[in-house]
């Protein structure tokens, strides 16, 4: 089964290599380009260019490597995207992932493009649950790599997610956050965000593995060493 695993394996690592080289230059020409007061993690930089782009890669090799695509995926893909580029709030006074752009005095397209936004985010991700959950977590007990890899994924979102903005979020509960750890927090948290699309496009390649490579020797898998 060598020869069928040999296929998947060069790929992710090519995969790896050009995402590096990509995510160097980008970030070698942007650090060159840097004026006064700017950072490599700001707004519309190098970086969080390469995290929407790393998304809309990995909608494209997840049509190239998946004969028939489940649309819950690439949706999903796409609205991490969209995330990346700052359209949930580039577009209306109020983010639209926020409920303040109900409850505010926000136009009425905006209200009911959130809504529109809400159910349809709520729709791909309860069809993708129910429709891949199970497949993932029976792939995660026997430790597929493939699996591994889109957990791993998963976590890293979560995490970022949760440091973002960190000083803001522990204020209310009466945390002082020094600037120099909110500020290592968002380099950190974009520095995630610009790994998470690479670990789905290696979940992606890695699924292509044949079930006999993925799987642990018989030995072990009866206990034996």
Do not use: N, Q
Not at 82 to 104: N, P, V
Not at 163 to 172: S, W, Y
Request: proline content about 6%.
């Amino acid at each position: 089964m060598i020869h069928r695993r040999m296929p998947a394996v060069s790929e992710t690592v090519l995969c790896l290599v050009t995402c590096l080289v990509i995510a160097a230059a980008v970030i070698a020409i942007d650090v060159a380009t840097l004026t006064d007061g700017e950072t490599l993690t700001r707004e519309g930089g190098g970086i969080e260019m390469l995290s929407m782009l790393g998304y809309l890669a990995a909608i494209v090799l997840y049509f190239w490597k998946r004969p028939r695509p489940i649309w819950p995926i690439p949706v999903t893909l796409l609205f991490m995207a969209a995330r990346e580029f700052d359209a949930d709030k580039r577009f209306t006074s109020e983010g639209i992932l926020s409920t303040k752009i109900l409850f505010y005095d926000t136009p009425l397209w905006e209200k009911t493009t959130a809504l529109t936004v809400w159910v349809a985010l709520a729709v791909t991700l309860i069809v993708l649950i129910r429709r891949r959950g199970p497949v993932l977590l029976a792939a995660l007990k026997r430790g597929m790599p493939w699996a591994l890899a889109f957990a791993a994924g998963f976590l890293l979102a979560g995490f970022s997610k949760s440091i973002d903005g960190l000083a803001r979020k522990l204020a209310p509960w009466g945390v002082v956050v020094p600037s120099d750890v909110d500020r290592y927090a968002g380099t950190l948290e974009e520095c995630l965000e610009l790994l998470i699309p690479v670990v789905f496009m290696v979940a992606i390649l890695l699924r292509d593995l044949p079930r006999s490579a993925e799987l642990p020797p018989a030995g072990l898998r009866a206990g034996r060493l």
